[in-house]
């Protein structure tokens, strides 16, 4: 077992690769009731099209498979489920599937040991039967029906058919009730052998434990020791333009309260030319805090004039792009968004804002590690988004500096962007 | 700080004993007169957490004000007249974060301002000093002139409630709740909207919002708690040189809500809404509770019935019948309550009410087994020991024993183990279903 230190917090990790490819990566902390465990595999719902190993050729799946697959996990063959058997000692579990990655965990305060073992267990003991995929059909239905019931839910899809073209981004995560009934186990276990190999997993433990005691538990567990390592299959490429698909919708619904205003940007990474595409995102992600945070002079422009309530940001990497979006709730969309374009034209930033930004963000670091979830969650994302857990996140903001910020503003371009404005339904012909 | 001790539970037909970790917090509670200053040790964290809970009866048309006033209050002051220098200001004591949030328990209205921030080990001396005296100021020099609060704070706040109000439509699940009780007890203090009326918004200006501020620092009483890795006597005169208030508060403790009226048959509306799927809100009374069966065995009722993925609920309407992706049922032993809550196909509306009605049918008579009883109190006790990982959790089983006289986390773990079957069942038989709300959903034809 390895061990490292996650810099200027106070946290260590202990690192093992095993012979068929899990990594495990294990965190201790002191003073702590909780433990969350996290077992995942790097795979979600945009992997629609890849190469069978059973039927030697590039097979199609339904769209909304791997939600269905988490959901389907949950069935085991010998009686007992999985929220029985974590509710015997109080633990509670679930699951969840991103465009990337489909997590189980479970979080509690007793029966680490056994309970870890038994995660290791159900994840590794696919059962799925004609009548038990059936059945899961009106649930997941009815899953479905409520996200779209949901106006943020939807525009946030509706963000992502404006983005792309051909990507899978476009697909909502769980499909649509279409997709969702032509599901047959058969494609369930296609796409488990495909993807549920070792080889593609992780499991990150992290509360008051005993890194040894963890490690023997999984290096013991025979299901998991019984599979051999495998490549992953060949995944259909999909070439995505870099281009907008579509630069600007209006839309009114009826179960939209108060207007919207999305805005999104396709940011073409290749154009940094930054080989430590961590490191990117947190210049890119400096500049629009300060753009857009809580100290912003253009936020408080756009609160005093009435053109903005609350505004919200988020960024991700999707293949070769840099997506930023933004999120406002606004009584007047179409001003704000001219107020955006214009302000990303002709914003300033000084090195004392950096300075003091660098400092929130170290404490904020500080202060995650007192809740071992959010410290777990924050190492899985970046095993998920960089393939590997940043140790030196904080020495990453440290060595920031005003220069480098301003190259990169430089190349900053907001012109590929989609704009979606989202109306109430009485307003739309204003 | 810690000691061990051990829980025998029947579970699967064999006794298992679980060892647990009991933690010490260390508590002094000192009654200064206009408010009482609790006190918690623990060195389980590298933050401390400062929480001021005012506290009021409620009344309908002062809750929109009350939210406002909060709003207000933490979106600038005096010394730091604009949003931007106040975020500038908790960005310089080492990104502190304030937040407030305004909540209802029974008949109580709370404003809760609180400030998390990092304990001077990680930052340097004299930070938590600094941050009591700038959390004083934002409550005591708030950003008035000529008696009139800041036209400017003042607007966007205003606007920024109205989008607050309306938007609440869009969370779907929770507005077919509030609409549920509405139809229960229009005039209870139970179906009161927390966010605040626009009616009520409509007559709030710069300057009876002041006049309110001085009604509001005069006629609520206060708790003040400090979590962290402190030193009583340090924080006690930090708090008694900043917070000086000259007003002796009565304390009273009607805070639970009971009801007279109890429907013999549930009554039954669906009420058309566009969206896709039905939301159904269940409203049940509960009446006549002992104060054991309202601390421990309706805790463990509800998570049998429905509080858990392992519920009766959840394994026949989900599981078997695959009518729904979530139902759950919540207790709310404050306004003697219980709420069932789904989201359906319109069509399938007979066939679950049916089935929530069998499940119920399935408690009263006593259809559930001792591991059930079991496990139900093994998450109680983990759900206990959880919250000692999380400082506002703590805070509010301190505040609960100061309001409700309930009991403090270890003493609940040894008495949810003496709940039994019968205690379960008698909660059952003191639950009426009182109104069964379906809103929205697609018809099929």
């Keep these: 077992m390895n061990k490292f230190e996650l810099v200027g917090i106070d946290q260590d990790v202990y690192f ?7 990594e495990v990566y294990i965190l201790p902390f002191e003073n702590k009731n909780n433990y969350f465990v996290s077992y995942f595999t790097k795979f979600g719902s945009l992997i629609l099209d890849f190469y069978s190993e059973d039927e030697k050729k590039m097979i199609h799946v339904p769209e909304g498979i791997a939600h269905f697959l988490e959901h389907k996990m949950f069935e085991q063959k010998d009686g007992m489920d999985p929220f029985e058997f974590f509710a015997q000692s109080g633990t509670s579990c679930n699951a969840s599937t991103s465009y990337k990655a489909t997590r ?25 039967t004609d009548e038990n995929v059936e059945k899961e059909k009106g649930i997941i239905c009815e899953e479905i029906n409520m996200l779209s019931d949901n106006p943020e839910w939807f525009a946030e899809e509706e963000m992502q058919r404006m983005l792309y073209k051909k990507h899978p981004f476009r697909i909502p995560i769980a499909g649509d009730c279409d997709s969702v009934r032509s599901i047959t186990k058969e494609n369930l276990y296609d796409t488990y052998n495909a993807f549920y190999n070792p080889n593609n997993m992780c499991l990150v433990i992290g509360g008051e434990l005993d890194p040894d005691k963890i490690i023997a538990i999984v290096e013991n567990n025979e299901i998991l020791n019984s599979i051999e390592k495998r490549e992953n299959p060949e995944i259909k490429k999909v070439k995505e333009p870099l281009e907008v698909y579509n630069k600007y919708q209006e839309l009114s619904l009826d179960n939209v309260a108060t207007n919207k205003l999305g805005f999104a940007i396709k940011l073409d990474v290749e154009r940094f030319k930054e080989r430590d595409r961590f490191e990117l995102s947190l210049y890119v992600g400096m500049i629009l805090n300060i753009l857009f945070g809580s100290t912003s002079v253009f936020k408080d422009e756009m609160l005093e004039r009435n053109l ?6 988020d960024r991700m990497y999707v293949d070769d792009f840099l997506i930023i979006e933004f999120w406002a709730e606004t009584d007047h969309p179409n001003e704000l968004i001219t107020e955006i374009n214009r302000y990303l034209k002709t914003y300033d930033i000084t090195e004392q804002e950096l300075e003091r930004y660098k400092k929130v963000w170290i404490a904020s670091e500080i202060m995650m590690t007192d809740n071992v979830s959010s410290t777990v969650s924050s190492l899985i994302n970046d095993i998920i988004e960089y393939g590997e857990i940043k140790r030196d996140r904080v020495n990453y903001i440290r060595k920031m500096n005003y220069q480098k910020l ?15 404005i989202l109306k109430t339904k009485d307003e739309k012909d204003d | 700080m810690c000691y061990n001790i051990i829980y025998e539970l029947q579970i699967k037909n064999k006794k298992i004993s679980i060892i647990k970790k009991v933690m010490l917090l260390k ?6 007169g206009s408010y009482n200053l609790h006190m918690i040790k623990t060195d389980r964290f590298k933050t401390i957490t400062i929480d001021l809970i005012f506290r009021k009866k409620i009344v309908k048309e002062e809750i929109t004000k009350r939210n406002f006033l909060a709003d207000m209050l933490t979106f600038s002051s005096k010394n730091y007249p604009t949003r931007r220098d106040m975020a500038i200001m908790q960005q310089d004591l080492y990104s502190c974060e304030l937040d407030f949030s305004c909540y209802r328990i029974g008949n109580y209205y709370n404003t809760d301002i609180s400030l998390l921030c990092l304990n001077d080990k990680y930052t340097e001396k004299g930070m938590f000093n600094k941050t009591v005296e700038y959390l004083a100021d934002i409550i005591f020099n708030p950003n008035v002139n000529n008696n009139r609060f800041d036209s400017t704070s003042f607007n966007i706040i205003k606007n920024y409630t109205v989008n607050q109000i309306e938007g609440a439509k869009e969370d779907i699940r929770k507005y077919s709740i509030l609409k549920m009780l509405e139809k229960m007890g229009a005039n209870e203090n139970y179906a009161l909207h927390g966010f605040g009326y626009l009616e009520d918004l409509e007559k709030i200006d710069e300057e009876n919002l002041y006049e309110y501020y001085k009604e509001f620092m005069r006629t609520s009483a206060l708790d003040i ?5 402190i030193d009583f006597d340090e924080v006690e005169k930090i708090f008694k040189d900043n917070f000086k208030f000259d007003i002796y508060h009565k304390r009273d403790k009607d805070f639970i809500i009971t009801h007279e009226k109890i429907r013999k048959i549930p009554r039954q509306i669906v009420e ?7 939301k159904l809100s269940i409203g049940c009374k509960i009446k006549d509770l002992s104060d054991f069966e309202r601390d421990y065995a309706l805790a463990i009722f509800n998570m049998i019935f429905g509080g858990s993925s392992e519920s009766k609920l959840f394994r026949d309407v989900r599981e078997k019948n695959s009518l729904c992706y979530y139902i759950n049922s919540s207790s709310n032993k404050i306004d003697n309550l219980l709420f069932i809550t789904s989201g359906i196909t319109k069509s399938n509306f007979k066939k679950t009410i049916a089935l929530i009605k069998k499940e119920f049918k399935n408690m009263q008579k006593g259809n559930f087994t001792d591991e059930e009883i079991d496990k139900a109190k093994t998450r109680y006790i983990s759900l206990v020991d959880e919250m000692y990982d999380y400082p506002g959790q703590i805070i509010s089983y301190y505040y609960a024993s100061e309001i409700l006289d309930s009991a403090l986390p270890e003493e609940r773990k040894k008495m949810i183990a ?9 909660v059952s038989k003191k639950i009426y279903f009182d109104t069964i709300y379906l809103l929205g959903g697609e018809d099929d034809e």
Excluded: H
Aim: proline share 2%.
């Design chain 2, 27 to 32: 508590y002094l509670k000192k009654v200064l």
């Design chain 1, 16 to 22: 093992e690769k095993l012979k068929n490819g899990l």
């Design chain 2, 418 to 426: 003496k709940v039994t079957k019968e205690d379960i069942i008698n």
């Design chain 2, 225 to 229: 708690f400090i979590l962290g890795d």
């Design chain 1, 104 to 128: 189980y965990y479970f979080s509690g305060t007793d029966n680490l040991y056994e309970n870890l073992d038994y995660l290791i267990n159900y994840v590794n003991s696919p059962y799925f």
């Design chain 2, 272 to 278: 058309d809404y566009p969206t896709s799927q039905g």
């Design chain 1, 406 to 420: 301003l190259s990169i503003r430089k190349k900053l371009d907001f012109s590929n962007s989609a704009t979606l």
């Design chain 1, 308 to 313: 903005m309530n609350t505004i919200y940001l």
